[in-house]
């Protein structure tokens, strides 16, 4: 019995100075916004897929209550678009926090804010960010160990791939295309892009690299794909079997000298990972660091 109190007492504490840990919580998101946190967020909804990959990343889908349509990472009550949230949706499922990503969602603050909802803007732009991102999440949601934890290892895991990809002696050129059916209206990623990152860790080097834009990302026409002549392209897929993209580049005449074309050398990767600076970007990397291992 007295075990059983003692248990029960020690229990309590551990619970008492949680909460008045997380009391103290105060956070800057992505837009410079002082968001202080005065009680455990129990009950969340991720009005973006970023941040909702971060969320399943850590294990923590159960305190997700609501998702946009466009969500692939969580099961959970849908809100409908990203933009413009609808915001009695969300009321209806009294959330303690809504997860934003910026950008178009900013406009998005003030009216959460008209009903007294608190929101978090989450928004990272490279890998760095990747990892500081699942350490912030984590502690919103009362987690910061396994945070840490889990973000130490994500880290470690790139850094694994890109320290072996460092060591090769020949690396093959790569240009990263956005592309569906049209090749005279295609983007790609420079510096100050994630992609470039990427590329860069899986062992490849980026010929768009010298280039920038917003957020790194710039639109080209056939002409600059031809130029650059490289050994490998990389194009995305949203759902299985979609050869979109791949199609588009086989079929331009334009493009039918490119070495990469020539050769076959288009490697397809899962857009949804792709298209987001979260934890899932991951398993593209594997999958580049493969495909340039094995096409040098």
Do not use: C, H
């Not at 009321?91 to 997860?99: K, Y």
């Not at 897929?237 to 050398?265: C, S, W």
């Not at 949804?272 to 495909?291: C, E, F, G, H, T």
């Amino acid at each position: 019995m007295k075990k059983g109190i003692k248990k029960y007492l020690v229990l309590l504490l551990l619970t008492v100075l949680s909460v008045l840990t997380f009391a103290q919580l105060a956070l800057v998101d992505d837009l410079g916004r002082f968001v202080k946190f005065d009680s455990q967020v129990q009950r969340v909804v991720s009005a973006a897929p970023l941040v909702s990959d971060y969320i399943k990343y850590l294990g923590l889908e159960e305190k997700v209550v609501g998702v946009t349509d466009w969500d692939t990472s969580i099961e959970s009550e849908k809100i409908g678009d990203m933009f413009p949230l609808n915001i009695e949706k969300i009321i209806s499922l009294n959330p303690d926090l809504v997860f934003l990503s910026g950008g178009f969602q900013e406009p998005e603050i003030e009216r959460l804010q008209r009903y007294n909802i608190k929101s978090f803007v989450i928004n990272p732009v490279g890998f760095n960010d990747i990892y500081k991102t699942i350490t912030i999440i984590g502690s919103i949601l009362g987690e910061p160990e396994r945070a840490v934890e889990i973000s130490n290892k994500f880290r470690q895991q790139y850094l694994g791939i890109a320290k072996n990809a460092f060591l090769w002696t020949k690396k093959p050129t790569v240009l990263y295309l956005m592309v569906q059916n049209n090749v005279g209206e295609m983007w790609t990623a420079g510096t100050g892009s994630y992609i470039n990152e990427l590329i860069a860790y899986a062992g490849g080097l980026n010929l768009a690299a010298p280039y920038s834009g917003n957020n790194g990302f710039f639109q080209i026409g056939p002409e600059f794909v031809v130029a650059q002549n490289p050994d490998i392209i990389i194009v995305d897929a949203y759902f299985e079997g979609d050869e979109t993209a791949k199609n588009t580049l086989l079929n331009a005449p334009q493009l039918k000298n490119v070495q990469a074309i020539r050769n076959g050398k288009i490697v397809t990767v899962d857009g949804n990972k792709m298209s987001q600076a979260s934890p899932s970007i991951i398993d593209v990397l594997i999958q580049l660091n493969k495909y340039f291992g094995d096409n040098k």
